[in-house]
Every structure is written in structure tokens, then in C-alpha cells.
């Protein structure tokens, strides 16, 4: 049982690790970004969430969500996410309406 014990204390440990070290950023398809992206990026030293996305960003600012507004939060936040890119992968729904707390916007 020991062995056990020791194997789920070190997952964790790299669950937590990674938790607080790296983060998702959605990008949803829109305009010019026709497939969107989901993009794995180092976050440490940064207050975004772990998983977050533009129309995140506009929501937890309390600002409304439009194309205008989709596309400073991109400029602004897109060359931090792509200095510390480390990976990316296809569009998540499923992620993005995490993002959102499950709201959707077009």
C-alpha cells in the first residue's frame, strides 16, 4: 500500500504543478480565425485562469462581448499567450464553454 500512497502523492504533486504553471487558452473561430485554437502556454506569474479564453476575458471584465472588443483582448493578450506558447491543439467547445461558464457568443 505504501507504493500506492507514494505514486498518488507524486501525481498530484505534477497535477498541481501543472495546474500552476501552464494554462489554456481558447481562441474561438471567428473572422479571420475560421478553425480557432486551443493553445497550452506557460502562466506562472500572470492572473489568468486556467482555462480562459477571449470572450472569458471580456466577461470577467464586465465588458460586452463584440468584435471590437474580441479583438483588443486578442491583441493585448495574444502576444503574452504567444511568447509563452508551448503547444497548440484544435478547437475545444467543450473548453471554450468552459471558458465562458457556459455561455455562448457569435
Known amino acids: 500500500m505504501g507504493k500506492l500512497l507514494k505514486r498518488i502523492f507524486i501525481l498530484s504533486v505534477f497535477a498541481a504543478a501543472f495546474y500552476f504553471c501552464f494554462g489554456l487558452f481558447i481562441i474561438q473561430p471567428i473572422g479571420v480565425l475560421r478553425e480557432g485554437s486551443t493553445i497550452l502556454y506557460f502562466r506562472l506569474g500572470s492572473n489568468a485562469k486556467f482555462i480562459t479564453s477571449i470572450d472569458g476575458i471580456l466577461m470577467d471584465n ?3 462581448v463584440t468584435l471590437l472588443g474580441r479583438m483588443f483582448v486578442l ?3 495574444g502576444k503574452v499567450v504567444n511568447e509563452r506558447k508551448v503547444a497548440s491543439f484544435p ?14 457568443f457569435n
Open 62 to 64: 464586465d465588458e460586452e
Open 75 to 77: 491583441g493585448k493578450y
Open 91 to 104: 478547437y475545444s467547445d467543450t473548453l471554450y464553454l468552459i471558458s465562458t461558464n457556459g455561455k455562448e
